[in-house]
Nanobody, 115 residues
Framework: QVQLVESGGGLVQPGGSLRLSCAAS????????MGWYRQALGKQRELVAT????????TYSDSVKGRFTISRDNAKNMVYLQMNSLKPEDTAVYYC????????WGQGTQVTVSS
């Protein structure tokens, strides 16, 4: 199994930025795609962004398009999510996983957008 460890979350004011990181325990080079997901309190987990194995193609949910950027570094087994122009509705626990996802999930990283 691949262990995934997310980091980089925190408390930020509306309009601010954060960069999330996801470290995989082994090579993710062969993975077809990776994604970032988020789960707000009382809501279902949702897909935020995906990136193909070579990093050429990315997709975003409508709610984050134009504000978030997903990237990956296969040599370092890392996936990133740059989040700009953050809004209170972006508050959630953020997870990375394959796309589509597989168990187990990591512990996630909390992002709170509040003034």
């Amino acid at each position: 199994q691949v262990q995934l460890v997310e980091s980089g979350g925190g408390l930020v004011q509306p309009g601010g930025s954060l960069r999330l990181s996801c470290a995989a325990s082994r090579s993710i080079f062969s993975f077809a795609a990776m994604g970032w997901y988020r789960q707000a309190l009382g809501k279902q987990r949702e897909l935020v962004a995906t990136i193909t194995s070579g990093g050429v193609t990315t997709t975003y949910s409508d709610s984050v398009k134009g504000r978030f950027t997903i990237s990956r570094d296969n040599a370092k087994n890392m996936v990133y999510l740059q989040m700009n122009s953050l809004k209170p509705e972006d508050t959630a626990v953020y997870y990375c996983n394959r796309a589509p996802p597989r168990a187990p999930w990591g512990q996630g990283t909390q992002v709170t957008v509040s003034s």
